[in-house]
T-cell receptor, first 112, second 110 residues
Framework: DADVTQTPRNRITKTGKRIMLECSQT?????MYWYRQDPGLGLRLIYY???????NKGEISDGYSVSRQAQAKFSLSLESAIPNQTALYFC???????????FGPGTRLTVL | GESVGLHLPTLSVQEGDNSIINCAYS??????FIWYKQESGKGPQFIID?????DKRQGQRVTVLLNKTVKHLSLQIAATQPGDSAVYFC?????????FGQGTTLQVKP
């Protein structure tokens, strides 16, 4: 079984809809991350969490929110989706803040 | 601010040749670097890492070289195979998190 899983893998939605992307991990890591990937822009950090009680904004947090429901679960929400949020979204985990990060398979989100 | 950049967005090599993917970083205080491989439709996967107290580290068919003088990092892949076709990212230890470069697409010609 995969150590980091993401659901859904693909999602098409309309402008203004609320969307939640979920991430679960079995690696026992405290730290979890949400990234967005756009062509030519690499990976950009949206939010990260060092533990259940700690949430931090990344470089592009506007328009997004997160919830760390448990050590193993970290969800990303788009309260009112807009077309320029169309992208590939990745969840990642790590043992420490600068240790190797392990990535999920990604969620391809399309906002029409 | 901190940034990580790759020299070429795309690299095309012949199967069997060696590949060299380059990365420049800006923070001279960085002490940890990672290379990731991302295949089409998948998330980035860890390849190899190196700490700043080393100049070179070898893995299976891969070698990472670190030149702290010019703040340059490279990934060498020996005897490149079709399965090596992917996007390669370098990442640098930043302030409490990793900073990723934009990626180089490696294309392997048969």
């Amino acid at each position: 079984d995969a150590d980091v899983t993401q659901t859904p893998r693909n999602r098409i939605t309309k402008t203004g809809k609320r969307i939640m992307l979920e991430c679960s991990q079995t690696k026992g890591h405290d730290r979890m991350y949400w990234y967005r990937q756009d062509p030519g822009l690499g990976l950009r950090l949206i939010y990260y969490s060092f533990d259940v009680k700690d949430i931090n904004k990344g470089e592009i947090s506007d328009g997004y929110s997160v919830s760390r429901q448990a050590q193993a679960k970290f969800s990303l929400s788009l309260e009112s989706a807009i077309p320029n949020q169309t992208a590939l979204y990745f969840c990642a985990t790590s043992r420490g803040p600068t240790d190797t990060q392990y990535f999920g398979p990604g969620t391809r989100l399309t906002v029409l | 601010g901190e940034s990580v950049g790759l020299h070429l967005p795309t690299l095309s090599v012949q199967e069997g040749d060696n590949s060299i993917i380059n990365c420049a970083y800006s923070n001279s205080a960085s002490d940890y670097f990672i290379w990731y491989k991302q295949e089409s439709g998948k998330g980035p996967q860890f390849i190899i890492d190196i700490r700043s107290n080393m100049d070179k580290r070898q893995g299976q068919r891969v070698t990472v070289l670190l030149n702290k003088t010019v703040k340059h990092l490279s990934l060498q892949i020996a005897a490149t195979q079709p399965g090596d076709s992917a996007v390669y990212f370098c990442a640098e230890k930043g302030t409490g998190k990793l900073i990723f470069g934009q990626g180089t697409t490696l294309q392997v010609k048969p």
